[in-house]
């Protein structure tokens, strides 16, 4: 393994997920930072800190996880890719601002190390109690995409999808991870800079007197610009016309806010990233995430030596949600079970795509720790009765 001249790491390393994750923005192009220390996801962070200086980038401790989901807006229309780093309590604080980026389109990513709560809660332990939160935690009607890492590995390629993909649609990206994934060390390749897809934010080729910021051209996302590159720029949270001053009217939000949403609702099908075993046919269906998936595997496994037609459909990207892909599978699958770390969150999509088709059978999980296998077995095993 070793670095080349910009810093940037190849090869093949030994690490948690919490420091895969920081390589993987630094390789997608991410160079400025700001967050504020909290458990499990400050290891995230602290490599930022010491790994930034070689790649010419910033990272800048807050006074807390408010002003850093602002500060990150800021350098985002200062020309650079941006990221910030949280877990629950402070991603609850940074909820303003997630509104503000929708509404601005400002792409950044947020990174979620998810833990027990509600409150403080379990610092030091797992959850995944925080979907439904960066699905529908501002207010107003807006879309976001969410990705669930289940692995170092993944830490690493799904953060560069992340970034690819808040730059192509100008939306905050949320990277769901947990602290079992954060703090687990396995081995992690990291492909030469030349052979991983960057996509570049989309820069206008208009005349300084001819931008306007939030004119489209057909696909729903405006060009951008850097601040102080001779552009006027008015980016507000108020509804706004094409120029991004401030239109007080109806027709005004309903134009913006259509398509806020349709640019990714429309964009679904491209969006939607699952991993399939065996669920063509299957009689049952487990649908699983993050941490939860790999418990998960070994049930189904176990299920199978029983004789159990069961297959498996693992969420990548959970928001926006598969539910096309599960509507098909209720053609075949009599029962879908749905293991996740919390009192039961995803499956309630689960349950409105099957609409009543079929059984879905949630089994729920405070945190702290992961399911038990046998857990899992055991409902996949009452499905298929």
Known sequence: MHADPKGVLTG?????????????ALAAGCRFVAGYPITPSTEVVERFAARIPLVGGVFIQMEDEIASSIAILGGAWAGKK??????GPGLSLMMEHVGLAAITETP???VDVQRGGPSTGLPTLPAQADMMQVKW??????EIIALSPNSPQECFDLM????????????????????????????????????????????????????????????????MVKAGDGYRIHVTGLTHDDRGYPAMNPQAQDKLVRRLVNKIRANRD???????????GADVVVV???????VAAAAVEAARHRGVKVGHLRLIITWPFPAKRIKELTGGAKAFVVPELNMGQ?????????????????????????????????KIMEAAQ
Not at 137 to 142: E, I, P, Q, R
Not at 270 to 280: A, I, T
Not at 288 to 294: A, D, H, K, L, Y
Not at 362 to 376: C, D, K, L, R, W
Request: hydrophobic fraction near 45%; include cysteine; proline fraction near 5%.
């Open 12 to 24: 093949i390393h030994f690490i948690d997920g919490d420091h895969a994750a920081c390589e993987g």
């Open 82 to 87: 941006v990221m910030t780093v949280t877990s």
């Open 108 to 110: 950044c990513v947020i």
């Open 137 to 142: 935690g501002s207010h107003g009607d807006y």
């Open 160 to 223: 560069v999808k992340a970034f690819n993909l808040a730059e192509t649609y100008r939306v905050p990206v949320f990277f769901m991870m947990d602290e079992v994934v954060g703090h687990m060390t396995e081995r992690v390749v990291i492909p030469a800079p030349e052979a991983i897809e960057i996509v570049e934010r989309k820069w206008t080729l208009k005349k300084p007197g001819e931008y306007r910021a939030y004119q489209t051209d057909g696909d729903m996302v405006p060009e």
């Open 270 to 280: 491209k969006l939607v990233d699952v991993r399939e075993d065996g669920v063509e």
């Open 288 to 294: 699983s995430f993050g941490i939860t998936s790999r």
């Open 346 to 378: 995803m499956v309630l999509e689960v349950e409105r795509a099957v609409a009543g088709k079929a059984a879905v059978i949630s089994v729920p999980h405070a945190g702290g720790t992961v399911h038990e296998p046998e857990v899992i077995l055991a």
